[in-house]
């Protein structure tokens, strides 16, 4: 019996230890640097020559929205146009869905659990699937592109038609992004024989967002810069994001970082979701969430199997634009487990490999563009992304990892910056370590043209408080050092509630970002965490000599 319970504490230790927040307490700058060291094998190299700013702000703007974006009607149903997807009302919109599945966790009832999720995403996608050759079934819907028709009675619609300078390209975001490069060519082509000479302009500015950064990689790899004044990449999944490439690749499962210090790192939460997200950091920092989450992993084991069968690969992953969006290193692992050897899959998967061709190129696409037209990149950070998969406790703007969205800036661990004796990973003249030494940007690919945004959610934020004027019309020098009102590091203010449009944050605003130090009750708390965390370990002792 003795033996036993030694077994049963040393097993609980060990539970402890691995899946903890703070033994970290201690082990945080060792920790740290193996990551570092792990992350920076995949940095790019330096040594781009950029093209010499001149003001293009005279050209049209046209912006590129992400995915989940636009409304989708069905041509063909016995109401004539009826809607069958519209954003607004989608996923984390669904109330009653979303419901169901909290309904289902707090009961513990796993069966009813996976129903809950699939019946979520059915609601969302179910009439707009794809088959899975990645074609749209016959008779099935169209987009609904106009950007207006959604917006409503926001003042932004205004500025979305030629006369306001500005326009709006949508697309049928389920489809092959390389599809959709064609509609973006013909798009621009269009535009500028049809208004070109009336207007005074032969090019446009594009800023390409979240979901469109692959049509925009396939663009670029076809037509070049030809028809291009000018380019912003703005929070995209270029190179994809690890949230939807572990679901891609089945690595279901809470992740405890991601949900204990997810919740404090975000601007914009309300008084009940701040009190929620102290108790879960609490409960992270103490080992809790760590046990309780692999726990619920464990028993939802089964039910994570239904949801990617039934759910996910039916629903998301038969669409090709969703599969240009899983990383390039867990790319062979989701296809080999979406698709097998099926060969009614093949369609669909010469598609997707056709874009991870594209993107092994990206590095050499995005540098000869920088190197004929202003390039810059926006990337958020301050959270972790959504806790919905295994190893999402990484910077992000909950949705794309900052690493990814920056094209190779090092990240810290949210909640743990670099230790003080890190040093920027490429030497230089310039200091690139963000002022909260959460982020490194020297060994981004265009570390002088990308920008970071702590705290910015992603979404359809585009002008940036007033950057992007300047960015458009700055001569000689555009880069991070050129201005010091739009620093390479910012900080974002969301806008009061009942502002926010479509889920966006449209009217947020950004000040430079200043190191800040800590106030007497971050001391406090800091403090409380780690007492805790040391009294678990004192109160296990006493349970091995029973």
Request: glycine share 10%; proline share 5%; net charge negative.
């Given at each position: 019996?003795?033996?036993?319970?030694?077994?049963?504490?040393?097993?609980?230790?060990?539970?402890?230890?691995?899946?903890?927040?703070?033994?970290?307490?201690?082990?945080?700058?060792?920790?740290?640097?193996?990551?570092?060291?792990?992350?920076?094998?995949?940095?790019?190299?330096q040594?781009?020559?950029?093209?010499?700013?001149?003001d293009?702000?005279?050209?049209?703007?046209?912006?590129?929205?992400?995915?989940?974006?636009?409304?989708?009607?069905?041509?063909?149903?016995?109401?004539?146009?009826?809607?069958?997807?519209?954003?607004?009302?989608?996923?984390?919109?669904?109330?009653?869905?979303?419901?169901?599945?909290?309904d289902?966790?707090?009961?513990?009832?796993?069966?009813?659990f996976?129903?809950?999720?699939?019946?979520?995403?059915?609601?969302?996608?179910?009439?707009?699937?794809?088959?899975?050759?990645?074609?749209?079934?016959?008779?099935?819907?169209?987009?609904?592109?106009?950007?207006?028709?959604?917006?409503?009675?926001?003042?932004?619609?205004?500025?979305?038609?030629?006369?306001?300078?500005?326009?709006?390209?949508?697309?049928?975001?389920?489809?092959?992004?390389?599809?959709?490069?064609?509609?973006?060519?013909?798009?621009?082509?269009?535009?500028i024989?049809?208004?070109?000479?009336?207007?005074?302009?032969?090019?446009?500015?594009?800023?390409?967002?979240?979901?469109?950064?692959?049509?925009?990689?396939?663009?670029l790899?076809?037509w070049?810069?030809?028809?291009?004044?000018?380019?912003?990449?703005n929070?995209?999944?270029?190179?994809?994001?690890?949230?939807?490439?572990?679901?891609?690749?089945?690595?279901f499962?809470?992740?405890?970082?991601?949900?204990?210090?997810?919740?404090?790192?975000?601007?914009?939460?309300?008084?009940?979701?701040?009190?929620?997200s102290?108790?879960?950091?609490?409960?992270?920092?103490?080992?809790?969430?760590?046990?309780?989450?692999?726990?619920?992993n464990?028993?939802?084991?089964?039910?994570?199997?239904?949801f990617?069968?039934?759910?996910?690969?039916p629903?998301?992953?038969?669409?090709?634009?969703?599969?240009?969006?899983?990383?390039?290193?867990?790319?062979?692992?989701?296809?080999?487990?979406?698709?097998g050897?099926?060969?009614?899959?093949?369609?669909?998967?010469?598609?997707?490999?056709?874009?991870?061709?594209?993107?092994?190129?990206?590095?050499?696409?995005?540098?000869?563009?920088?190197?004929?037209?202003?390039?810059?990149?926006?990337?958020?950070?301050?959270?972790?992304?959504?806790?919905?998969?295994?190893?999402?406790?990484?910077?992000?703007?909950?949705?794309?990892?900052?690493?990814?969205?920056?094209?190779?800036?090092?990240?810290?661990?949210?909640?743990?910056?670099?230790?003080?004796?890190?040093?920027?990973?490429?030497?230089?003249?310039?200091?690139?370590?963000?002022?909260?030494?959460?982020?490194?940007?020297?060994?981004?690919?265009?570390?002088?043209?990308?920008?970071?945004?702590?705290?910015?959610?992603?979404?359809?934020?585009?002008?940036?408080?007033?950057w992007?004027?300047?960015?458009?019309?700055?001569?000689?020098?555009?880069?991070?050092?050129?201005?010091?009102?739009?620093?390479?590091?910012?900080?974002?203010?969301?806008?009061?509630?009942?502002?926010?449009?479509?889920?966006?944050?449209?009217?947020?605003?950004?000040?430079?970002?200043?190191?800040?130090?800590?106030g007497?009750?971050?001391?406090?708390?800091?403090?409380?965490?780690?007492?805790?965390?040391?009294?678990?370990?004192?109160?296990?002792?006493?349970?091995?000599?029973?």
């Open positions: 019996m003795k033996s036993t319970k030694r077994i049963f504490c040393i097993a609980l230790a060990a539970l402890f230890l691995f899946g903890s927040g703070t033994v970290a307490v201690f082990a945080n700058e060792f920790l740290l640097e193996e990551v570092v060291l792990l992350e920076e094998e995949l940095l790019l190299s040594g781009f020559a950029p093209v010499a700013g001149k293009v702000s005279q050209y049209p703007v046209i912006f590129m929205a992400g995915s989940w974006h636009h409304l989708f009607v069905n041509e063909h149903g016995p109401e004539a146009r009826q809607t069958v997807f519209n954003p607004q009302a989608s996923l984390g919109a669904d109330a009653e869905g979303m419901q169901g599945v909290m289902a966790v707090l009961s513990l009832n796993m069966d009813a996976a129903d809950a999720l699939i019946n979520l995403y059915e609601r969302a996608y179910g009439a707009i699937a794809m088959n899975p050759d990645g074609t749209c079934p016959l008779g099935n819907v169209s987009a609904d592109m106009p950007l207006s028709r959604m917006l409503g009675n926001n003042p932004v619609k205004d500025a979305m038609f030629l006369d306001a300078h500005e326009m709006y390209f949508g697309y049928d975001w389920r489809a092959d992004p390389w599809d959709n490069a064609q509609r973006l060519h013909d798009f621009i082509e269009g535009l024989a049809t208004h070109g000479e009336e207007y005074g302009f032969d090019k446009v500015n594009v800023q390409t967002v979240s979901g469109s950064g692959p049509i925009m990689m396939c663009y790899d076809r070049g810069t030809k028809n291009l004044a000018s380019l912003v990449i929070q995209t999944m270029h190179n994809g994001t690890s949230l939807f490439g572990g679901m891609a690749a089945g690595r499962g809470l992740d405890a970082g991601s949900l204990g210090i997810g919740g404090l790192t975000m601007g914009g939460l309300q008084a009940a979701q701040m009190d929620a102290m108790l879960l950091r609490v409960l992270y920092e103490i080992g809790l969430l760590d046990v309780a989450t692999r726990i619920f464990f028993f939802a084991r089964g039910a994570y199997e239904r990617f069968e039934e759910g996910l690969k629903l998301l992953f038969h669409m090709p634009n969703q599969l240009a969006m899983i990383p390039t290193e867990l790319y062979g692992e989701a296809k080999a487990l979406l698709f050897d099926d060969p009614q899959y093949a369609p669909l998967i010469a598609r997707a490999d056709r874009f991870h061709e594209i993107r092994s190129r990206q590095d050499e696409i995005i540098m000869r563009a920088a190197s004929e037209i202003k390039v810059s990149v926006r990337a958020g950070y301050g959270a972790p992304l959504s806790p919905l998969t295994r190893g999402t406790n990484v910077q992000s703007d909950q949705l794309v990892d900052t690493r990814y969205a920056s094209l190779g800036a090092i990240t810290a661990t949210p909640g743990m910056p670099f230790n003080s004796r890190y040093v920027q990973a490429e030497a230089g003249a310039r200091d690139y370590i963000s002022p909260d030494r959460y982020i490194d940007a020297s060994t981004a690919l265009l570390r002088d043209y990308t920008w970071f945004a702590k705290d910015q959610p992603h979404g359809g934020i585009w002008k940036y408080d007033g992007y004027q300047w960015w458009l019309s700055a001569e000689g020098d555009h880069s991070v050092w050129a201005n010091a009102k739009f620093p390479q590091y910012t900080q974002c203010i969301m806008p009061p509630e009942g502002s926010v449009y479509f889920g966006h944050v449209g009217f947020s605003t950004f000040i430079p970002l200043e190191a800040e130090e800590p007497m009750i971050d001391d406090i708390m800091l403090s409380g965490l780690q007492f805790l965390s040391i009294m678990r370990w004192l109160l296990l002792l006493p349970l091995f000599w029973m």
